[in-house]
């Protein structure tokens, strides 16, 4: 019989099959490997990072859950957020269901309007002004509380440089480095017409007891409430303005909220770009008067929901209470950190700290990298009245989780100094 040799030998075989096995498991591990990492992105499962940046802020679980849909299908539309018109009926209801939830959520009264406005709250420094005070040339009183309350006069000033407004210096807590808020903060001369405050010093760690401040129309209230809004309840009625940045509490990065009474919107100023009007948004559907940022509309419309089903604004003051106090506690027993912002004006939203010896501040930023928390380092701008510090931003998307993890660090780093 004529045997055809073999086509392998048997060693050629099991060397066929060996390879042939790596080269499966190979690709079966990778495909399990990009099945792992796509269901983490999806699911956000490999977002183990405990975030206390003082903003673009962390959301609320819930709230990222319901975006990551909106990327592929926002409310039912079987369309990504970023692709829909600002004209298709789900955004205007998006926008209007947003703005009503903002009058129930705050107690808004009647004879306020309600609107979002692109561009943030740097936009609203010179802004408010030029929508409010109008063609007016009025004395402004600012109170110089921090960082942002700094920011907020610079802009006004250069409106000053146009004799458009005059800027009157009300109080300062400079001399303090602004660790406390201003000593009589509340009184002002009878010419001043409108008065600009800083809720919540996001860089300094100070927050404004709102019961404090005066009831009255005799002056025009304004606040710039960025860092604080949806955090407390809000007195509205003592403001003629409130603004807020909505990317701390209240969303992602791209609009700022405006509360107005409705008396203040009769001279806005011509030079005012129409999307940045109040009476324009106003009559918009409070925000869609050009295509609008529709991905931060919706993200604030899930957070205000979100709030509202977990209780309302005085129960995220409740969290927020409970989250900062015990920060600020384990902060005040400590022999190796320190508070620096003072007790009686201390935020609820900003806990501004250092380690005492400055020296250790890099090392204690190298524990919190290696057991993943971040977004801890200070405000770079307050470093030539704090030195090297740190901060701890406890917004509503915080978790009491977070907190406790940073605290484990910071017990662990005092055993080793
Ligand atoms: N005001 C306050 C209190 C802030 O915290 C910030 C941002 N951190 C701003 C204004 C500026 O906000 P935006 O980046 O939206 O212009």
Redesign the pocket.
Known sequence: MNHKPPLLSSGGFFFLMKKLTFWVNTNTMRADAVKTAHREIVRGENMKKANFT??PAVLPRPVEEKLRRATHDFAGTGLPVWSISHRHPVVEKFCSDATALVCELLKVPKGYSVMFVP???????KGWLLNIVGRKALKIGYVDSG???G??IKAARELTEANFCTVHMLATSKEDMYRSLPADMFAHDSEVVCIHY??????NGTQIKLDAIPDGREVIRAA?????IMSRPVPVEKFGLIY?????NLGV?GL?LVIVRDDLLDAPHPALPAPLSYAEQKKANGGLRNTPDILAIASVHYILEWIKEAGGVAEMEKRSRERAALLYDAIDHSDVFACISAPADRSLM?VIFRVRNEHQHEKFMHACEESDIVGINGHAGANKYYGPHLRASLYNGQTMENVQRLLEVMHKFERRF
């Open positions: 003082a903003g561009g943030g709250a740097t936009t609203q420094f960082h942002w309350a920011e907020a800083t809720s919540n010093e996001t860089v710039d409430m960025t860092s604080d807020a940045g909505v990317q701390k990065p700022a900003n």
